[in-house]
């Protein structure tokens, strides 16, 4: 039994904290789940998982297999590059990532961690008007332009 136990695969114990790239391709699930107005409960019920079991994906808490990542990429209907855009690779851990603690800081700054960020973009999709939504992108843009031309940036 003993044996067992020190041949048993190394892994995250009970108190550690969640891999940054888990919580990254979690965040991922959650903003592409919030953008197409999904609960939690009917993406579980699309890929035979409880909503507990999404929850626990969206903040990392649990990995996401392979297969799974490919279920959720089609119900979700993204590439499954999706779940890794954005990745910062010059701050993203190195894998194996061995005994350092990961950047936290590194993710709390993630804007598309902000509820203000879904709820920017659930708005945006529910504009019905394709010509009026572009009108609205091309004003975004040009406002964070300005802002960086005026910021020094």
């Known amino acids: ?7 048993r695969r190394p892994g995250r114990r009970k108190g550690d904290k969640p891999n940054p790239i888990d919580i990254h391709v979690g965040s991922r699930v959650r903003l592409r789940r ?3 107005g999904l609960s939690q409960e009917k993406l579980g019920e699309a890929i035979g998982l409880t909503f507990q079991q999404v929850q626990k994906y969206e903040r990392g808490a649990n990995r996401i297999g392979a297969s799974r990542l490919h279920d959720l990429s089609r119900v979700l209907d993204v590439p499954v590059s999706f779940f890794f855009d954005d990745m910062d690779p010059v701050r993203a851990p190195a894998i194996p990532a061995g005994f350092a603690a ?7 700054s993630d804007p598309l961690r902000r509820r203000e960020t879904v709820e ?3 708005a945006y999709y529910r504009i019905d008007d394709p010509a009026l939504r572009r009108r609205l992108f091309d004003l975004a843009r040009a406002l964070a332009g300005g802002a ?5 940036n």
């Open 34 to 36: 919030n953008m197409l």
């Open 1 to 7: 039994m003993a044996m067992q136990q020190q041949l």
């Open 120 to 122: 920017l973009v659930s």
């Open 102 to 108: 990961p950047a936290a800081e590194a993710f709390d």
């Open 148 to 152: 960086e031309r005026f910021s020094g």
